[in-house]
């Protein structure tokens, strides 16, 4: 081998062993049977038992919904809703994506066309489980972008409609260059280590304001706190997949935001929404925050979905809430006055 060889391989041994860890499918037990639910789980292709979560409603669903969960959550982020949706009439199947929740290898990243496969065959199973109803996709946050991207592509779930709530779309077009750099270095170079928002960022973002429910989470053990640093990255790949792809879904598709969103900021929101083709309908509410599902507010958003999806007449949605602006000082327009800071007198507490 002479000297040029010699170095070009070991320089792709290198960057192979520094390239961003992934999952890889499963081999399936001899004798497997194929996709299939069960009571507790979705058995995916390769035999990945992937957890899953249903609400039914007492009679035979007219809809269902096939529910995608938010970065670091899982399967109930659907749990307020989905029960509100089976009192009218309407089931839910909510997955824990590949690395979350109680699917297999809790933390690591899967490819997303890994899980677009997974969530094209829940699909094809709550079909033939329910070969009456019709069927919609939901996304919350990172499960927006995953249900964009999943729609997007060439072979799409065979859905009827697509909801997506805050869907996550501030990827790489939209990131800060400190951002960048330093999510590609430590994701290359020591991708197992575990970032953890500092606390300053914790008590300056409100993901939403129901605070009682923002507990009920830090105590649930299936939840993350702080991702892997190659997670991340894969996160924000994916999230540029979905803020550029919104113009190649099909289906009838209505997208949820909130005002108080201190997640997904507005512009990348406003650029993705701008791509969807016409007649897609868009909510803002001026009272929501990003986890729009679990809002104070948030049974305007169950019954505006509920309304999307049996399109009855009338104007929709029947929240009365406008249509997400076509641009950020469109949004900014519509933000209540901000109340004028106190001057500190002498002796109050200045909180520092």
């Known amino acids: 081998m002479n000297r040029r060889a010699l170095i070009l391989t070991a320089s792709a041994a290198a960057l192979s062993a520094c390239a961003p860890l992934r999952q890889r499918p499963e081999l399936a037990a001899l004798g497997f049977r194929g996709p299939r639910l069960t009571d507790e789980a979705f058995v995916s292709f390769d035999g990945a038992k992937l957890g899953l979560m249903r609400w039914l409603p007492a009679s035979e669903p007219e809809w269902v919904i096939v529910g995608l969960h938010g970065m670091n959550d899982y399967s109930n982020a659907y749990h307020l809703a989905a029960a509100w949706w089976a009192g009218r009439g309407i089931a839910t199947y909510a997955l824990d994506v590949r690395g979350f929740g109680r699917s297999p290898e809790r933390g690591v990243w899967a490819p997303v066309d890994l899980v677009i496969e997974d969530v094209r065959l829940l699909v094809e199973a709550v079909r033939e489980r329910h070969p009456n109803a019709k069927i919609a996709l939901a996304g919350i946050s990172m499960g927006g972008a995953l249900a964009i991207s999943a729609m997007a592509a060439q072979s799409p779930p065979r859905v009827d409609r697509l909801m997506l709530f805050a869907p996550a779309v501030w990827g ?34 409100t993901p939403s304001d129901n605070i009682e429910e923002l507990r009920r989470m830090g105590r649930d053990p299936l939840m993350i706190w702080g991702a892997r640093s190659d997670t991340l990255y894969g996160l924000v790949d994916l999230m540029e997949r979905a803020w550029t792809s919104p113009g190649a879904i099909s289906v009838p598709v209505a997208w949820f935001y909130g005002a108080n969103d201190h997640i997904i900021p507005r512009a990348p929101t406003v650029e993705a929404v701008s791509r969807l083709k016409p007649g897609a309908r868009t909510a803002y509410y001026p009272k929501g925050y990003h986890l729009l599902l679990v809002d104070q507010q948030a049974e305007a958003v169950w019954r505006d979905a509920e309304a999307f999806l049996r399109d009855p007449p009338g104007a929709w949605p029947p929240s009365g809430v406008p249509a997400i602006p076509a641009n950020v000082a469109g949004m900014t327009a519509l933000d209540p006055p901000k109340a004028a800071k106190r001057t500190l007198s002498q002796g109050q507490p200045s909180g520092l």
């Open 172 to 205: 790489w077009s939209n990131q800060p260059l400190p951002n960048k750099l330093s999510l590609w270095i430590t994701a290359h170079t020591k991708g197992d280590w575990v970032v953890k928002p500092p606390e300053w960022l914790v008590r300056e973002v």
